[in-house]
């Protein structure tokens, strides 16, 4: 670890994650993965297909990536608003939380 890391660690972590993120999408967009997760709690009725769950999932991982992206990337958000920013940071850091435990292939 360097120790400057530490001072800001929002953007280290960020660089980290977000290409890790993108990758990991780029596999579920692609159907390069065996499994995707039930989503029990979203669909408890459990009738939705496949492509559904795979749809689902990828645009969970969209919300996701933007806070990671933006931190890595402010520059290419300067058209956005800082409440719009914020709002989706926020809501990105709160979908990458619920579903933190989903992140495996």
């Keep these: ?3 400057d890391e530490i ?4 953007y280290v972590l960020s660089d980290f994650m977000y290409p890790r993120l993108k990758a990991f999408k ?3 967009d692609n159907n390069e993965v065996p499994t995707l997760p039930g989503f029990n709690d979203d669909f408890p009725d459990q009738n939705i297909t496949v492509e559904e769950r795979s749809r689902f999932w990828s645009k969970q991982l969209e919300i996701m990536i933007f806070p990671f992206e933006y931190h ?3 520059e290419n958000f300067e058209a956005l608003s800082a ?8 809501k990105g ?5 619920k ?3 989903d992140l495996w292939i």
Excluded: C, G, H
């Design 1 to 3: 670890m360097i120790e």
């Design 83 to 90: 409440e719009e920013i914020e709002e989706r940071v926020q």
């Design 93 to 97: 850091l709160k979908v990458f939380a």
């Design 99 to 101: 579903y933190f435990k």
């Design 72 to 74: 890595s990337y402010p």
């Design 7 to 10: 001072y800001d660690l929002k």
């Design 26 to 28: 780029s596999k579920i």
